[in-house]
């Protein structure tokens, strides 16, 4: 099974900084990592596919980047709506066996 | 526009059998590439994913769940089934179903979720 780690668990940054978070997988995933947001009390949302690829409508404040087991979600601009649990799962495997990672909080500070 | 909504007891009693319906609109399992699948996630915690199943019938487990979970569709009624034997507290969750599609396993757009909780 590949493991992803996710880091930091909770992040604290003000509205309007940028927040960086960090996904590692234990073995190579090659672009094959979504990235979703959830919101207290709400299913989660895709956010970014392909590692990069931002799913439809999400903003563009919004950007992942990373390959093969270093990952990375951006937002550029923290906005109000933006504090919530985000996290990183990888589909690499054939036949599929999608694994999540342990989530990042992001908090205001 | 694509929708789910999970379905189901919110309340089992420990060695039952759990059994999860998702009903679903705005895509049809019949499609080629589609597929839709089961995740959970415990209060507090992360999400795990469950179960896939595609349009072809083609049916996938967690490795740590499978003896456990049976997963089917009723093309007819827009619906997918999950079934979890020998529920345990440990089982507590919101489960959620999500739409998926072949070799790319993401889930988008999500249920809602339905809290389940396993308890004498």
């Known amino acids: 099974e590949i493991v992803m780690t996710q880091s930091p668990a909770t992040l604290s940054v003000s509205p309007g900084e940028r927040a960086t978070l960090s996904c590692r997988a234990s073995?190579?995933?090659?672009?094959?990592l979504a990235w979703y947001q959830q919101k207290p009390g709400q299913a989660p949302r895709l956010l970014i596919y392909?590692?990069?690829t931002r799913a439809t409508g999400i903003p563009a404040r919004f950007s992942g980047s990373g390959s093969g087991t270093e990952f990375t979600l951006t937002i550029s601009s923290l906005q109000s709506e933006d504090f919530a649990v985000y996290y990183c799962?990888?589909?690499?495997?054939?036949?599929?066996?999608?694994?999540f990672g342990g989530g990042t909080k992001v908090e205001i500070k | 526009q694509i929708t789910l909504k999970e379905s189901g007891p919110t309340l089992v009693k420990p060695t039952q059998t759990l059994t999860l319906t998702c009903t679903f609109s705005g895509f049809s399992l019949s499609t080629s590439g589609v597929g839709v699948g089961w995740i959970r996630q415990p209060p507090g915690k992360a999400l795990e994913w469950l179960a896939l199943?595609?349009?072809?019938?083609?049916?996938r487990y967690s490795p740590s769940l499978k003896s456990r979970l049976t997963i089917t569709k009723d093309t007819s009624k827009n619906q997918v089934v999950l079934t979890m034997t020998n529920m345990d507290p440990v089982d507590t969750a919101t489960y959620y179903c999500?739409?998926?599609?072949?070799?790319?396993?993401?889930?988008?757009?999500w249920g809602q979720g339905t809290l389940v909780t396993v308890s004498s």
């Open positions: 199943i595609y349009w072809d019938d083609d049916k």
């Open positions: 392909g590692a990069s």
């Open positions: 999500a739409h998926s599609q072949w070799l790319v396993p993401w889930f988008d757009p």
């Open positions: 073995q190579s995933v090659s672009s094959n």
């Open positions: 799962q990888q589909y690499n495997n054939w036949p599929p066996r999608p694994t």
